[in-house]
């Protein structure tokens, strides 16, 4: 079965239009290091479980960056918006991991 990831953006002190389109990742696309990575980030944070918002705790503003990440498992999707700041680390990785392998694809042709 097919993962398929969805990042974007808002917000932020600098925040630029750009960042703001999804940019997306398919796991089997990804060395199978990175992909096994991002497979024990969505296990190990129950990213299926979570609610529809995460964080922003005790951090007032508009200016919070906020990450939309969708996961499509097969016909299981689930879409969770990170507000920062993000306190759990296991969900900062996760963010982390998710920012990098869809900046390395940015270029790669991926048409989300």
Same mark, same amino acid.
């Given at each position: 079965?097919?993962?398929?990831? /969805? %990042?974007?953006? +808002?917000?932020?002190? !600098?925040?630029?239009? =750009? $960042?703001?389109?999804? @940019?997306?990742? *398919? #796991?089997? /696309? %990804?060395?199978? +290091?990175?992909?096994? !990575?991002?497979?024990? =980030? $969505?296990?190990?944070? @129950?990213?299926? *479980? #979570?609610?529809?918002?995460?964080?922003?705790?005790?951090?007032?503003?508009?200016?919070?960056?906020?990450?939309?990440?969708?996961? *499509?498992?097969?016909?299981?999707?689930?879409?969770?918006?990170?507000?920062?700041?993000?306190?759990?680390?296991?969900?900062?990785?996760?963010?982390?991991?998710?920012?990098?392998?869809?900046?390395?694809?940015?270029?790669?042709?991926?048409?989300?």
């Amino acid at each position: 079965m097919s993962t398929r990831i /969805a %990042l974007s953006q +808002e917000g932020g002190l !600098a925040a630029f239009p =750009g $960042l703001a389109r999804p @940019r997306s990742v *398919e #796991l089997d /696309a %990804l060395p199978a +290091e990175e992909a096994r !990575a991002l497979e024990e =980030g $969505l296990r190990d944070t @129950r990213f299926h *479980e #979570l609610p529809r918002v995460v964080g922003g705790a005790g951090a007032p503003g508009a200016d919070r960056r906020r990450y939309t990440l969708t996961v *499509e498992e097969g016909t299981r999707r689930h879409t969770v918006e990170l507000v920062e700041p993000v306190e759990d680390p296991r969900l900062r990785e996760l963010l982390s991991l998710v920012k990098r392998a869809t900046r390395k694809r940015r270029g790669g042709g991926d048409s989300n």
